[in-house]
């Protein structure tokens, strides 16, 4: 590990040795309760089992564990001031003569005293993989797990045996509307109290939006179901697999709509050998449809909102790629190359009268909107050669997207010409705008 990235470890370390974060993650419930039902559910899993707890934070996993019947649990966390403090809790609880906390990365451990029966880890970061926490899970199952994969050659009844919570992952990506972030980060330091205070924003964190937002969204800001662009299975998964990933999906539009960027979120299931069916396993879900959790969903925004109308076809590429300068950090990127318009829509529209091309558009856009499934959805996970030159945008951000993102031949947003197109598309700027005025 090279200078620059054991400082970028030691800083990742040092931001989770603060009891603020733990008490951040231990008040989410739906977080907790997910582990908690998946671990008690499955006791006789646990039965008289050796855990290994990877990245144990206050040791509230570990002692899940212990109170499930194992007869030893290794809790390891690199955060010396966290583990003094979950080896109180767990002497408060009675349980320190089943569970052993060791101040480590699990990296940096040739050997435990017992061989590992199952592997427990809360590893997941926002958008599922910022913070690369899932590479220490992968190294923890091939180096130390009883049943490990330590080649090709494994069997699927081999993989079966392999238990670790949660064993699957799955992120989502939906477009969205939203009302707020962007109007106040383009409006409001202009006239601010009739005053102008536009040159502030260059001291604002991210007052571009170029970079993910971390919020809660309300489903009601969805206007498309989400796809599915990528999936883990924690029992197979090898790091080289989750350093570049791509997706395409398209999502066909029900109704016309305003795009402000793509919204994303994750689910974890919890299975083990003994779940004939992955979902009728205990479910962690980060989605703005269920209870909210500290990961909230990420945003990413478009440069600029886009406009498609009813039967167009929105096609979006997303790449996940690991930071170069830091491993911890993912660069997101969502490239838009041109919405398909659909051209027998537009004809019809033809031998519509104007006025109510615009009734029916306002209309729309007053109602809650109706979301489905797209019809086709394809990932692609051609994995990047690591001799490619890597991205090094900052943290967490969302690339721009490709200069044709806004294409609609060769007309601008918005256009004042005859073109019935047009004319809606500007009838939905006005009417949007007209409806989100910043006071």
């Known amino acids: 590990m090279d200078s620059e990235q054991m400082d970028n470890d030691q800083q990742y370390f040092q931001s989770y040795d603060?009891?603020?974060?733990?008490?951040?993650?231990?008040?989410?419930?739906?977080?907790?309760?997910?582990?908690?039902?998946?671990?008690?559910?499955?006791?006789?899993?646990?039965?008289?089992?050796?855990?290994?707890?990877?990245?144990?934070?206050?040791?509230?996993?570990?002692?899940?564990?212990?109170?499930?019947?194992?007869?030893?649990?290794?809790?390891?966390?690199?955060?010396?001031?966290?583990?003094?403090?979950?080896?109180?809790?767990?002497?408060?609880?009675?349980?320190?003569?089943?569970?052993?906390?060791?101040?480590?990365?699990?990296?940096?451990?040739?050997?435990?005293?017992?061989?590992?029966?199952?592997?427990?880890?809360?590893?997941?970061?926002?958008?599922?993989?910022?913070?690369?926490?899932?590479?220490?899970?992968?190294?923890?199952?091939?180096?130390?797990?009883?049943?490990?994969?330590?080649?090709?050659?494994?069997?699927?009844?081999?993989?079966?045996?392999?238990?670790?919570?949660?064993?699957?992952?799955?992120?989502?990506?939906?477009?969205?509307?939203?009302?707020?972030?962007r109007i106040e980060s383009n409006t409001m330091w202009n006239d601010y109290f009739d005053l102008n205070f536009s040159p502030i924003r260059q001291y604002i964190k991210n007052s571009d939006l170029n970079e993910c937002v971390i919020e809660t969204i309300e489903p009601s800001q969805l206007v498309h179901d989400a796809q599915l662009i990528q999936s883990i299975d924690l029992r197979t998964v090898r790091i080289n697999e989750i350093r570049s990933m791509r997706s395409f999906c398209e999502f066909y539009i029900d109704n016309t709509c305003i795009i402000s960027g793509f919204c994303f979120w994750f689910d974890c299931y919890f299975s083990s050998n003994n779940n004939s069916s992955i979902l009728r396993s205990t479910r962690l879900t980060t989605s703005p449809y269920s209870s909210k959790t500290h990961w909230k969903q990420t945003l990413v925004f478009l440069p600029e909102d886009i406009y498609p109308l009813k039967d167009d076809i929105v096609p979006v590429n997303i790449k996940l790629k690991q930071s170069s300068t830091n491993r911890r950090h993912y660069n997101l990127t969502i490239s838009i190359k041109k919405i398909k318009e659909n051209l027998h829509n537009n004809n019809n529209n033809n031998n519509n009268s104007e006025k109510n091309q615009e009734e029916n558009l306002l209309n729309t856009s007053n109602t809650k909107r109706q979301r489905r499934r797209s019809s086709t959805m394809s990932s692609n996970k051609r994995m990047i050669s690591e001799n490619e030159a890597m991205d090094t945008t900052s943290e967490s951000s969302s690339n721009d997207t490709d200069n044709d993102s806004n294409e609609s031949g060769e007309h601008p947003i918005p256009c004042s010409c005859d073109r019935d197109r047009c004319k809606l598309i500007k009838t939905i700027i006005e009417k949007y705008n007209e409806e989100n005025i910043v006071e």
């Open 18 to 181: 603060q009891f603020q974060v733990h008490e951040l993650m231990l008040r989410d419930r739906p977080r907790v309760s997910a582990y908690y039902d998946a671990i008690m559910n499955n006791k006789k899993l646990f039965e008289n089992k050796v855990v290994l707890d990877v990245g144990s934070g206050t040791g509230v996993l570990s002692m899940f564990a212990a109170k499930a019947g194992a007869k030893l649990v290794y809790a390891v966390d690199a955060c010396p001031t966290i583990c003094d403090l979950a080896e109180e809790l767990i002497k408060c609880n009675g349980l320190h003569d089943r569970i052993q906390v060791t101040n480590k990365r699990v990296e940096d451990i040739e050997k435990f005293d017992e061989n590992i029966d199952i592997i427990i880890s809360e590893w997941m970061g926002f958008y599922l993989f910022h913070e690369s926490m899932l590479e220490s899970v992968i190294y923890a199952r091939d180096h130390f797990l009883h049943t490990s994969l330590q080649n090709d050659d494994n069997t699927s009844e081999q993989n079966e045996s392999i238990i670790i919570f949660p064993s699957h992952a799955y992120l989502y990506c939906a477009p969205f509307i939203d009302q707020h972030i």
